[in-house]
T-cell receptor, first 114, second 114 residues
Framework: NAGVMQNPRHLVRRRGQEARLRCSPM?????VYWYRQLPEEGLKFMVY????????ESGMPKERFSAEFPKEGPSILRIQQVVRGDSAAYFC????????????FGDGTRLSIL | EDKVVQSPLSLVVHEGDTVTLNCSYE??????LLWYKQEKKAPTFLFML????IEKKSGRLSSILDKKELFSILNITATQTGDSAVYLC??????????????FGTGTLLAVQP
């Protein structure tokens, strides 16, 4: 499967725990994006990364959320001390290098906070 | 504030009908407009438009952009039950060229009845 791979597909955490969401971009893609989709709402941009660099984190909450895209391995979205309001679908997208390239999405991780 | 507005919010048609979905936008320094189809999982890329008046076509789907009036339409002819999905419109602003983030509308839910 050459598409964007996200895991896990479903993640259940208790309040106060940490959640780690992983994303492997499409083959040949070097740009990764994270979006959050709350129930009844549209996709909201969170962060845009290239290898070892955060390019735009204007959509990330100031606390508890962080993202990385290391030189080797998948991109990680990390949520510390989760709260009920973090329950959502988190989608990762990737694109190839270039000024205007379409973003292709993974199947998402459904995060549920008990 | 940058925003994307889609209409109608939902639509029910019968197989064989033609539908037109609308997307209007207000963004600073427009770069591109994209259409996606979202069923249960990942938004699937349909079209990316950057220039006015040039129709993009793929089978029964087509789309066009009007950068003067700030809107785009997505047409689906001879609809089939497999076209039932949420159709998402997204706009990529060009904020000094540094970011590739997308701003999404809330989508149009299309239901095609047999």
């Amino acid at each position: 499967n050459a598409g964007v791979m996200q895991n896990p597909r479903h993640l259940v955490r208790r309040r106060g725990q940490e959640a780690r969401l992983r994303c492997s971009p499409m083959k040949g893609h070097s740009h990764v994006y994270w979006y959050r989709q709350l129930p009844e709402e549209g996709l909201k941009f969170m962060v845009y990364l290239q290898k070892e660099n955060i390019i735009d984190e204007s959509g990330m909450p100031k606390e508890r959320f962080s993202a990385e895209f290391p030189k080797e391995g998948p991109s990680i979205l990390r949520i510390q001390q989760v709260v009920r309001g973090d329950s959502a679908a988190y989608f990762c997208a990737s694109s190839s290098q270039g000024t205007i390239q379409p973003q292709h999405f993974g199947d998402g991780t459904r995060l549920s906070i008990l | 504030e940058d925003k994307v507005v889609q209409s109608p919010l939902s639509l029910v048609v019968h197989e064989g009908d033609t539908v037109t979905l609308n997307c209007s936008y207000e963004v600073t320094n427009f770069r591109s407009l994209l259409w996606y189809k979202q069923e249960k999982k990942a938004p699937t890329f349909l079209f990316m438009l950057t220039s006015s008046g040039i129709e993009k076509k793929s089978g029964r789907l087509s789309s066009i952009l009007d950068k003067k009036e700030l809107f785009s339409i997505l047409n689906i002819t001879a609809t089939q039950t497999g076209d039932s999905a949420v159709y998402l419109c997204a706009v990529g602003p060009s904020e000094g060229g540094a970011t590739n983030k997308l701003i999404f509308g809330t989508g149009t839910l299309l239901a095609v009845q047999p």
